[in-house]
C-alpha cells in the first residue's frame, strides 16, 4: 500500500536548525511535497522535490533520496512564526497526492 | 499563483440540513479538488472535480452525501448533504494547473452541525 511516515511533534528553539524527516512508499513516484499549515489556516506550498539532492529556498531547504524513499525538510535560523505543522506529500504514478499526517513543529524562546 | 476565493469560511448547521461550498479560481485550472480535514488530522481528498462531468469519488465518500458541480475551469461547488454532527470538519478546495505542478488551496470552510 501507499504510506507517508513522517514524526507527530517536534520542539526546537528560536534561532535554531530543525529538520523534519518524511519517508515515503508510493505507487511510482512524480515528485515530493513539502507544506506548511499555521493553525486555523490552509495548507501553502513550501518546496517540490523530483530529483535527487538539496532544493535551497531562502531559510528553508529540502532534500530527497529517491532510492531511499526519503526527504527531509531543514529550516534554519528558526523564528517564533515557523511555530506550524508541516505536511509531506508524495505524488504518486497517476500524480495524486498521498499525504502525510503531518509534524507539529513547536518553537521555543 | 492562482487567487482561490472559498465560500463560507465557516459556518454552523442544523443536523438534516445541506451546505453548499463555493470554490472560485481567478484563472482557468486544469484540475480542482475537493478535501476534508478533521481536526489535528492530516488531509483526506473527498474527489477530484472534473469539468464538463461527474466528480471522481475517492474510497469512502460518495456523491449523494457530497455532490460536487464544476461547470467550468475556474468554479466549483461541494455540497454537504443531510448532515450530521460526524461531518463537523474544514472543507479545502485545491487547484493544481498541471499534472505535476503544486496544489494551492483556499481559505477552507470551517463547518460545524449542532
Known amino acids: 500500500g501507499q504510506n507517508i511516515d513522517q514524526p507527530t511533534e517536534m520542539t526546537a528553539t528560536e534561532g535554531a536548525i530543525v529538520q523534519i524527516n518524511c519517508t515515503y512508499q508510493t505507487s511510482g513516484f512524480n515528485g515530493l511535497f513539502w507544506y506548511q499549515q499555521h493553525a486555523g489556516e490552509a495548507p501553502t506550498f513550501l518546496s517540490y522535490n523530483v530529483l535527487d539532492g538539496l532544493e535551497e529556498k531562502g531559510r528553508f531547504s529540502s532534500f530527497l533520496s529517491r532510492s531511499k524513499g526519503y526527504s527531509y525538510l531543514l529550516l534554519k535560523e528558526l523564528q517564533m512564526k515557523d511555530s506550524a505543522s508541516y505536511l509531506c506529500?508524495?505524488?504518486?504514478?497517476?500524480?495524486?497526492?498521498?499525504w502525510g499526517a503531518g509534524t507539529k513543529l513547536i518553537i521555543k524562546p | 499563483s492562482a487567487v482561490i476565493s472559498q465560500k463560507p469560511s465557516r459556518d454552523i448547521c442544523q443536523r438534516g440540513t445541506s451546505l453548499t461550498i463555493q470554490c472560485q479560481v481567478d484563472?482557468?485550472?486544469?484540475?480542482m479538488f475537493w478535501y476534508r480535514q478533521q481536526p489535528g488530522q492530516s488531509l483526506t481528498l473527498i474527489a477530484t472535480?472534473?469539468?464538463?462531468?461527474?466528480?471522481?469519488?475517492e474510497s469512502g465518500f460518495v456523491i449523494d452525501k457530497f455532490p460536487i458541480s464544476r461547470p467550468n475551469l475556474t468554479f466549483s461547488t461541494l455540497t454537504v448533504s443531510n448532515m450530521s454532527p460526524e461531518d463537523s470538519s474544514i472543507y479545502l478546495c485545491?487547484?493544481?494547473?498541471?499534472?505535476?505542478?503544486?496544489?494551492?488551496f483556499g481559505d477552507g470552510t470551517r463547518l460545524s452541525i449542532l
Open positions: 485545491s487547484v493544481q494547473g498541471t499534472e505535476a505542478q503544486p496544489q494551492h
Open positions: 472535480a472534473n469539468q464538463g462531468s461527474e466528480a471522481t469519488y
Open positions: 506529500a508524495c505524488m504518486d504514478s497517476n500524480y495524486q497526492l498521498i
Open positions: 484563472s482557468q485550472v486544469t484540475m
